[in-house]
């Protein structure tokens, strides 16, 4: 079971980049995947997720409006397209799967939760 990030990128504010999460080992959407971000000194934080299937979506506050999440089954990626990039969007982000929707959505809402699988990330830097 493995999660692989990519697409993070250095933009300046207002721009706009989509990241990536590829599974490999496992049917991703017989999953929930969740997107997570760290940035340096702080904790790490949930910013969106989808259900198993699809059906549910969840975005933070932070990024409610500015931030799409969305999946493609046939190339078994899930992708978060992120517009009007800030500077306080800047992070390492992570995706993550878990089999449960409600542990996931708890995990990305602040709960501590052990997911399934985790990526290594991926660094977005929103910078002019």
């Known amino acids: 079971v493995q999660l692989v990030e990519s697409g993070g990128d250095v933009v300046q504010p207002g721009g706009s980049l989509r990241l990536s999460c590829v599974a490999s080992?496992?049917?991703?959407?017989?999953?929930?995947i969740g997107w997570f971000r760290q940035a340096p000194g702080k904790e790490r934080e949930g910013v969106s997720a989808?259900?198993?299937?699809?059906?549910?979506?969840y975005y933070s506050d932070a990024v409610k409006g500015r931030f799409t999440i969305s999946t493609d089954n046939a190339k078994n990626t899930v992708y978060l397209q992120m517009n009007d990039l800030k500077p306080e969007d800047t992070a390492v982000y992570y995706c993550?799967?878990?089999?449960?929707?409600?542990?996931?959505?708890?995990?990305?809402?602040?709960?501590?939760?052990?997911?399934?699988?985790w990526g290594r990330g991926t660094q977005v830097t929103v910078s002019s």
């Open positions: 989808v259900s198993e299937y699809g059906g549910k979506t």
């Open positions: 993550a799967a878990d089999r449960s929707t409600t542990v996931l959505f708890d995990g990305v809402r602040g709960t501590p939760v052990s997911l399934d699988a």
């Open positions: 080992g496992f049917t991703l959407h017989h999953y929930a």
